[in-house]
């Protein structure tokens, strides 16, 4: 009897989320740097081939979530009602992403150690920032056919760096003082917030 798309995928999900959590509790207990893609794979009981199936590189499992949070994010800007405001698009695509890693990366400590090694680790730093400014590129692009009349790709790069750039800040700031997971949601929303102001002056 074969497994069906969906439970195959369920599975698929589970094993994805198993070596998310197994690699974050090695981080911690080990170190980031003491700790190889082998020892990832053994605890969480699956081959090496498998982790490298679903993630290309240690730095990777660093950032499991971040390409889902992102379409999330566009999926909410593609979703829009006719005629709703650039700024309150923004808004909800903005706290769709802070949800999101609030249900998955602050509880299992991934979002401190992430917060951590962009310090202390130049690897990690590059890789994250390149991540990041690839995404920011995606939502700016979304923005941009979204909102052709009131953007050019200049204002919309310029939006998403300030209220994204705001929101990282305000969880690196927070993570680095070993706020709560609950806290440390607020601060990103805080931020998002105080960023959003910058669309009025767009009038929109």
């Given amino acids: 009897m074969t497994e069906g798309p969906g439970r195959r ?14 690699a974050a509790r090695l981080f911690q207990e ?5 700790t190889g893609v082998a020892d990832i794979a053994e605890a969480a009981d699956v081959s090496k081939r498998t982790f490298f199936l679903h993630f290309p590189t240690k730095e990777d499992v660093l950032l499991s979530d971040g390409r889902a949070r992102l379409d999330l994010a566009i999926q909410v800007i593609e979703d829009r009602a006719p005629g709703t405001p650039l700024r309150d ?19 299992t400590g991934m979002a401190a150690l992430r917060a951590r090694l962009i310090v202390d680790s130049p690897a990690v730093q590059a890789r994250v920032l390149h991540t990041a400014f690839a995404g920011q590129a995606r939502i700016a692009d979304a923005l941009l056919d979204a909102y052709p009349d ?46 959003l102001t910058t669309l009025d002056a767009l009038g929109d």
Avoid: C, N
Wanted: charged content about 25%; overall charge negative; hydrophobic content about 55%.
């Fill in 89 to 107: 698009v923004l808004a909800a695509s903005l706290a769709e992403m802070i949800d999101d890693t609030a249900a998955r990366d602050l509880p």
């Fill in 150 to 195: 009131t953007l050019d790709r200049t204002t919309a790069a310029a939006i998403l760096g300030a209220v994204v750039g705001a929101v990282s800040a305000a969880a690196m700031a927070a993570l680095r003082d070993d706020a709560a997971p609950a806290a440390v949601t607020e601060a990103m929303h805080r931020a998002a917030a105080i960023a």
């Fill in 30 to 34: 080990r170190g980031y740097e003491a």
């Fill in 9 to 22: 995928e369920r599975k698929k999900q589970q094993t994805r989320d198993t070596l998310i959590a197994t």
